[in-house]
């Protein structure tokens, strides 16, 4: 069943049982009130139908809602009242599951600590295989319900198609790189849309189809999409978004440092110590010359956090640069750094550091609690 054929059985469905006035589009809008977006507009904005049954999503639907779009369509009070009553049977019965764009890739990405995380959507974006590979049939609905919205300009959309041929996309890795040195090379980059049924015909497209959408999320300002694309293909594009909460500090860091963009290197490294990356102090005083006062806050903050800057952290390690394990014996080599000698400062310098520090792990202990 196709998202039309949905709208197409439940309109049949509720002029079955006596709604005669109701207009096909009028069932695109009931359904999207059901699950609660105010339109259907809105819910193509932010999900899409999948081919999971409504009853496994344990969403019950908003009778008020539905109540509320009746009488906003012009529907008779009587017939309204009807398809409150009848609309909920006819999801749970035959109707498919919606699904948010992010909830799609929390569920491919595997993390269950995410907000957006939902346990049966993962069975939605469980790859199905049979004898002859991958089950092309499998989540039709989703896959038109995306296109469509990415069509529209959705970057979640984009980015939840790129999120389901990534697997199969990471075995490309020659053609890769070769667009990331030519997008270091040129700064720029384009990919032309390539479609399911393509990529059905020819898997050797999967790589082409992820490439656009990852792109294509990006360009709309997905941040979660620019930070990728940064990081595969050395995209510059993310340093030229305002800071946000949903940027890794040492990630921008060092796609700031690929870039030579030294002030933004800076800027992230001190967002990351803010933040009690001990890393980033280390740098930003060896690496950037941060003295003085400043330097001195990140000692102070480093002691909050029980990694004092100044100690030694040498220890045994593999020539790989992984753990010595005594059990398994071998060659060791020392690994880690030598503790960081500070010039002391002035009492009141001092104790303005101090206080600054204080500060800075008062603020990480609200943001990330007891540490």
Same mark, same amino acid.
């Given at each position: 069943?196709?998202?039309?054929?949905?709208?197409? *059985?439940?309109?049949?469905?509720?002029?079955? *049982?006596?709604?005669?006035?109701?207009?096909?589009?009028?069932?695109?809008?009931?359904?999207?009130?059901?699950?609660?977006?105010?339109?259907?507009?809105?819910?193509?904005?932010?999900?899409?139908?999948?081919?999971?049954?409504?009853?496994?999503?344990?969403?019950?639907?908003?009778?008020?809602?539905?109540?509320?779009?009746?009488?906003?369509?012009?529907?008779?009070?009587?017939?309204?009242?009807?398809?409150?009553?009848?609309?909920?049977?006819?999801?749970?019965?035959?109707?498919?599951?919606?699904?948010?764009?992010?909830?799609?890739?929390?569920?491919?990405?595997?993390?269950?600590?995410?907000?957006?995380?939902?346990?049966?959507?993962?069975?939605?974006?469980?790859?199905?295989?049979?004898?002859?590979?991958?089950?092309?049939?499998?989540?039709?609905?989703?896959?038109?319900?995306?296109?469509?919205?990415?069509?529209?300009?959705?970057?979640?959309?984009?980015?939840?198609?790129?999120?389901?041929?990534?697997?199969?996309?990471?075995?490309?890795?020659?053609?890769?790189?070769?667009?990331?040195?030519?997008?270091? *090379?040129?700064?720029?980059?384009?990919?032309?849309?390539?479609?399911?049924?393509?990529?059905?015909?020819?898997?050797?497209?999967?790589?082409?189809?992820?490439?656009?959408?990852?792109?294509?999320?990006?360009?709309?300002?997905?941040?979660?999409?620019?930070?990728?694309?940064?990081?595969?293909?050395?995209?510059?594009?993310?340093?030229?978004?305002?800071?946000?909460?949903?940027?890794?500090?040492?990630?921008?860091?060092?796609?700031?440092?690929?870039?030579?963009?030294?002030?933004?290197?800076?800027?992230?490294?001190?967002?990351?110590?803010?933040?009690?990356?001990?890393?980033?102090?280390?740098?930003?005083?060896?690496?950037?010359?941060?003295?003085?006062?400043?330097?001195?806050?990140?000692?102070?903050?480093?002691?909050?956090?029980?990694?004092?800057?100044?100690?030694?952290?040498?220890?045994?390690?593999?020539?790989?640069?992984?753990?010595?394990?005594?059990?398994?014996?071998?060659?060791?080599?020392?690994?880690?750094?030598?503790?960081?000698?500070?010039?002391?400062?002035?009492?009141?310098?001092?104790?303005?550091?101090?206080?600054?520090?204080?500060?800075?792990?008062?603020?990480?202990?609200?943001?990330?609690?007891?540490?």
């Amino acid at each position: 069943m196709t998202i039309k054929e949905q709208a197409y *059985r439940a309109h049949a469905f509720l002029r079955a *049982r006596g709604v005669a006035s109701l207009k096909r589009s009028h069932v695109h809008e009931l359904l999207a009130a059901a699950v609660g977006y105010s339109t259907h507009a809105a819910f193509q904005h932010d999900a899409t139908w999948c081919d999971m049954p409504f009853s496994v999503t344990g969403i019950d639907p908003d009778l008020s809602a539905i109540r509320a779009r009746c009488q906003d369509l012009g529907l008779p009070a009587d017939e309204g009242e009807q398809i409150v009553e009848v609309l909920p049977f006819f999801l749970r019965d035959a109707g498919h599951a919606p699904v948010r764009f992010d909830a799609l890739i929390a569920a491919i990405e595997g993390y269950d600590d995410d907000p957006d995380w939902l346990e049966w959507v993962w069975h939605v974006v469980e790859p199905r295989y049979t004898a002859s590979g991958r089950d092309i049939e499998h989540q039709r609905v989703l896959r038109e319900g995306l296109e469509q919205a990415a069509e529209r300009g959705v970057s979640a959309a984009h980015l939840a198609i790129a999120k389901l041929l990534e697997a199969e996309a990471m075995l490309f890795g020659d053609e890769e790189e070769r667009m990331r040195r030519q997008v270091m *090379r040129e700064g720029t980059w384009t990919s032309p849309f390539v479609s399911f049924a393509e990529i059905e015909a020819n898997g050797l497209r999967v790589y082409d189809k992820h490439r656009h959408h990852l792109l294509a999320a990006a360009r709309g300002g997905n941040i979660r999409a620019l930070m990728e694309t940064a990081q595969r293909y050395g995209d510059p594009a993310v340093l030229e978004q305002a800071p946000s909460d949903e940027m890794d500090p040492m990630a921008m860091a060092e796609i700031a440092a690929e870039h030579d963009d030294i002030e933004k290197v800076r800027f992230w490294l001190t967002v990351a110590a803010q933040e009690g990356d001990i890393g980033a102090m280390r740098e930003l005083i060896l690496g950037y010359g941060e003295q003085g006062e400043q330097a001195w806050v990140w000692m102070h903050l480093s002691r909050l956090l029980d990694d004092d800057l100044s100690q030694d952290r040498y220890e045994a390690i593999n020539e790989d640069g992984s753990p010595y394990d005594d059990d398994i014996g071998g060659a060791a080599y020392v690994g880690g750094y030598e503790g960081i000698n500070l010039k002391p400062l002035p009492s009141e310098a001092d104790a303005a550091a101090r206080q600054m520090a204080r500060q800075l792990f008062a603020q990480i202990n609200a943001e990330c609690g007891p540490i």
